[in-house]
């Protein structure tokens, strides 16, 4: 049998998705508290819940393909044991970012009690520690020297904040 696709139906749907990453990407826009996470240097993603991209905001291009590189991490280590209201947080090259002032948020989205999409969002940050302003002095020996490394962790647990991670993030 062979399945027939609705060209028309399948362009609304491709186009409402598409609109849902733009959207996210203004509301991060709108709330930034890194000047170049308000000047565009961010991006905004939809995945499905095998992590492939499904949608991508048009005007977010700067971060090309990260959520392909970050998902299979946040999927080995988290799998099906993500909840409603969590969200999890990272700036870890070694888990699929360029660099640390690259911070990544990434929230399930549920259907019926299951995970059926993630909302990824990406944007650069100005500073996130270090031995040299913006993290990325040429004389860093190591990347503990750039910054402070934040691997795929909760930052918020069935939709509370986990105020240890947080206090820990603030107090470096």
Known sequence: MTATVDPILLEVFNNALISIGDEM???????????????????????????????????SLFHMGYAKAVMPHVLKK????????????????????????????IAPIF?????????NIVTHHADIGGRYPGGQGIASEDLYSEGLRISNVKIYENGSLNEGLMDMILAN
Not at 25 to 53: E, F, H, P, W, Y
Not at 78 to 100: F, T, V
């Open 25 to 59: 990407c203004v509301a991060m826009k709108r709330s930034a508290r890194s000047m170049q996470g308000r000047n565009g240097d961010c991006s905004t993603v939809l995945t499905d819940s095998r992590g492939d991209i499904i949608a991508q905001a048009v005007g």
């Open 78 to 105: 988290w799998g099906n044991r993500l909840k409603e209201g969590d969200m999890i947080a990272l700036n870890d090259p070694y888990q699929g970012l360029s660099h640390l002032p690259d911070m990544v948020v």
């Open 111 to 119: 259907w019926q009690g299951r995970i059926a999409a993630f909302a």
